[in-house]
């Protein structure tokens, strides 16, 4: 990889540190050549300090260290992303980020559904809501609607109407994870299992 530590007058390039599972943007450093060879020799990510004017392993005090996974240049050879795996919290404020953000596993629109589920399963309306009559009739009835729209994939798969499948396919994810919520569980938890087996 060839990274132009020259492009500015101090040697120094922007690191991203982004989290390899949940792919948040946990902080900002700044690497020289020295530091991000150490990064690589060592397997934990070392920046070097402006205030300290030294290389610093980002953990050596507090343990926090992020765990090197992979490293990317962009496209003017310039900036780093440096994917990793941090124990505990990677912000000097002991917050998971330097945004004051949390460093949870997010699913983009997947995550936003859930969150549908839960408030109409929290604020219970039956009468205008589909998914909260579904959590008033009972387990019973939720996975039954699961197995009836397994059925109906299987059925459009023989077909060759894509649409159709799509839908179904869309049917059937939204009563699993309906499902899930009604057994206390939630998408992060098949993850955590899938990733298990990986």
Not at 43 to 69: A, D, I, Y
């Amino acid at each position: 990889m060839k990274i132009d530590f020259n492009k500015n007058s101090d040697g120094l390039v922007p690191a991203i540190i982004q989290d390899f599972i949940t792919r948040q943007v946990l902080m900002l450093g700044y690497m020289n050549k020295e530091a991000y060879e150490k990064t690589v020799a060592s397997g934990k990510v070392t920046f070097f300090s402006r205030s300290k004017q030294r290389l610093w392993t980002k953990g050596e005090e507090s343990g926090n260290f992020l765990n090197l996974v992979s490293i990317k240049n962009d496209c003017d050879n310039d900036t780093l992303l440096i994917k990793v795996k941090p124990e505990g919290p990677t912000c000097h404020k002991g917050t998971d980020t330097c945004w004051d953000e949390t460093n949870k596993q997010y699913f983009g629109f997947l995550s936003e559904l859930e969150n549908v589920i839960k408030s109409r399963r929290v604020n219970a309306d039956s009468k205008n809501s589909y998914v909260a009559s579904l959590f008033e009739k009972g387990i019973n009835k939720i996975a039954q609607k699961v197995g009836e729209e397994a059925v109906e994939i299987v059925i459009e798969a023989k077909d060759d109407n894509d649409d159709l499948f799509l839908n179904e396919g869309a049917d059937l994810l939204f009563h699993y994870l309906i499902l899930l919520q009604a057994k206390g569980f939630t998408l992060k938890d098949i993850v955590k299992i899938l990733e298990g087996r990986h």
